[in-house]
């Protein structure tokens, strides 16, 4: 069973920068995603990146976030740059597509002054 762990969370000011990590056991070498929910929304694709690397990121979000992924340590990175209040909410890891069944607790990301 996969095991996804969400961490590096945080609050965060306006403008500010902050990157999240997710650990994965139990599966191999997947493409992967981020995702987030924010309160009273739907869980939506942030990015993914694929086993070799290669990077997608939402159309709204791609200009300031990046995705990165290191193989040898099975892990998956989120770069968000110039944060703004209305990216405050939970980062989910997965693959990609997601697993539903492979859900962690996401960590939570606040951006207020």
């Known amino acids: 069973q996969v095991q996804l762990v969400e961490s590096g969370g945080g609050w965060v000011q306006p403008g500010g920068s902050i990157r999240v990590f997710c650990a994965v056991s139990?599966?191999?070498?997947?493409?992967m995603a981020w995702y987030r929910q924010a309160p009273g929304k739907q869980r939506e694709f942030v990015a993914s990146i694929s086993i070799t690397g290669d990077t997608s990121v939402q159309n709204d979000l791609r200009d300031r976030f990046t995705i990165a992924r290191d193989n040898a340590k099975n892990a998956v990175h989120l770069q968000m740059n110039n944060l703004k209040p209305e990216d405050t909410a939970l980062y989910y890891c997965?693959?990609?597509?997601?697993?539903?069944?492979?859900w962690g607790q996401g960590t939570q990301v606040t951006v207020s002054s």
């Open positions: 139990g599966s191999n070498i997947r493409a």
């Open positions: 997965n693959t990609y597509p997601p697993n539903t069944s492979a």
